[in-house]
């Protein structure tokens, strides 16, 4: 069993930076291959970003490519995502989730065993 805690949510302007966190517990966090989710109002969730539990291997959406960096710290037990240039778009809770099964070819957006609770994130225009 893993507890996913996420964090670092909040309001921010346009084209401005947060970094969201997410605290595992449990032993075996290096083994699990890691997600970001994000849900805005009226939508259906959406895959943001994947690392593998080396950190070997990363995805992201191609909306956020290139603004969105994720990383992870096994030894701290936390997975991170850091948003910068945020767009109102962007606004959406945020959630991580854990993955048992290592990916295999584009796999990475479903599959995941554990959620977190969500952090909010809002962005102003």
């Known amino acids: 069993q893993v507890q996913l805690v996420e964090s670092g949510g909040g309001l921010v302007q346009a084209g401005g930076s947060l970094r969201l966190s997410c605290a595992a517990s449990?032993?075996?966090?290096?083994?699990?291959?890691m997600g970001w989710f994000r849900q805005a109002p009226g939508k259906e969730r959406e895959f943001v970003s994947a690392?593998?539990?080396?950190?070997?291997?990363?995805y992201y959406a191609d909306s956020v490519k290139s603004r969105f960096r994720i990383s992870r710290d096994n030894a701290k037990n936390t997975v991170y995502l850091q948003m910068n240039s945020l767009k109102p778009e962007d606004t959406a809770v945020y959630y991580c989730?854990?993955?048992?099964?290592?990916?295999?070819?584009?796999?990475?957006?479903?599959?995941?065993?554990?959620w977190g609770q969500g952090t909010q994130v809002i962005v102003s225009s």
């Open positions: 449990g032993r075996t966090f290096s083994s699990y291959a």
């Open positions: 690392i593998s539990w080396s950190g070997g291997t990363i």
């Open positions: 989730a854990a993955r048992i099964r290592p990916f295999f070819g584009s796999d990475y957006v479903v599959g995941y065993d554990y």
